[in-house]
């Protein structure tokens, strides 16, 4: 055989497999990018992709209670202690919690002493205690963020004005975060937040990919690394959280400011994996007619929801309620 012919050979061989690495390459991408999911309606056996994930949805609105007072224009979480509706501002607002009634107005001023507002997002709590989440990132600046305590017992509401102490401080970073550049497009934003079984666990908020990433942090003064659960694909950036009095259903809150507004119910889940389970999908509505949603709180009944929204392009804050039967 000419050398010529061998090496024509050699030639063809190495097409033909780079063909076939090709091939191979674009299946395994195709397989990863379809649902992992086992609760997911387009699960596919093998797969590991969250991305393409397709659950049930039902399109059922919020019912509109009331708007709020300017001086919450920037509600961002929502908790009740003994019927008393409590939110805070977000970035650049006071270190206060605000008590508000069903006709939007501010009752009850509480100063949260020993405590700087940087970005308060979202409120959990458990039977003794708040939890004042100061992780808000907008601008990716942040590598350490503090989450308040304050006793239940503390707050005074037979006057409109009083001051708390903070019980605890307990700080954390992710671990994944590392060195990111200021600026919006980054997946290290947070504003949601529940308690549970003596720990704390926050939801992302991604700016990239519209992921969220389920964090553990234990209650537990101090300074930790959260620790990384699991991830979801909300499709929605994740701006509140709250947990049912049972422990069995989570809900998240978020939206699209292009698209709509929408809650996730997270339900069947293992131990505190709260993304391991079934997920059904409640959209809410357009953006531009409902607002920022930024808290959400389940109430007393379990039967239905408390939402707040921002001010944002002229749509004053408001509080809503949705029905969950």
Request: glycine share 8%.
């Amino acid at each position: 055989m000419s050398s010529k012919l061998v090496r024509q050979l050699e030639m063809f061989t190495f097409i033909m497999m780079s063909f076939v690495v090709v091939i191979c390459f674009a299946c395994q991408k195709s397989e990863d990018e379809q649902c992992g999911d086992p609760f997911a309606l387009n699960y596919a056996e093998g797969s590991a992709g969250i991305s393409s994930c397709e659950y049930p949805t039902e399109e059922r609105q919020p019912t509109f209670i009331t708007d709020l007072d300017d001086a919450v224009e920037e509600t961002s979480g929502l908790a009740m202690i003994d019927n008393n509706l409590i939110t805070h501002n977000d970035r650049g607002g006071k270190n206060e919690l605000y008590v508000i009634d069903f006709n939007g107005g501010v009752t009850h001023t509480i100063t949260i002493n020993l405590a700087a507002n940087i970005d308060w997002e979202d409120l959990a709590q458990s039977d003794s205690s708040i939890f004042i989440g100061d992780f808000g990132n907008n601008d990716g600046s942040r590598q350490l963020y503090t989450i308040y305590e304050v006793d239940k017992r503390d707050f005074d509401f037979s006057v409109p004005t009083s001051t708390v102490q903070v019980k605890n401080q307990i700080r954390y970073s992710y671990p994944e975060q590392g060195q990111i550049e200021a600026g919006s497009r980054h997946n290290f934003d947070c504003e949601a937040m529940v308690y549970f079984e003596n720990a704390l666990y926050v939801f992302t908020k991604h700016r990239l990919d519209n992921n969220t990433v389920l964090y553990r942090i234990p209650n537990e003064a101090g300074t930790h690394q959260a620790q990384m659960i699991d991830s979801f694909h909300a499709g929605v950036r994740v701006t509140g959280a709250d947990i049912s009095a049972d422990g069995r259903t989570v809900y998240l809150i978020g939206y699209q400011k292009a698209s709509n507004c929408v809650i996730w119910e997270l339900t069947a889940f293992e131990g505190d994996n709260f993304l391991s389970g079934e997920k059904k999908k409640y959209d809410l509505g357009p953006f531009s007619i409902f607002g920022q949603m930024e808290a959400v709180l389940v109430e007393p009944n379990q039967s239905s929801l408390l939402i707040t929204s921002e001010e944002v392009d002229g749509i004053p804050p408001r509080l809503y309620r949705f029905d969950l039967d």
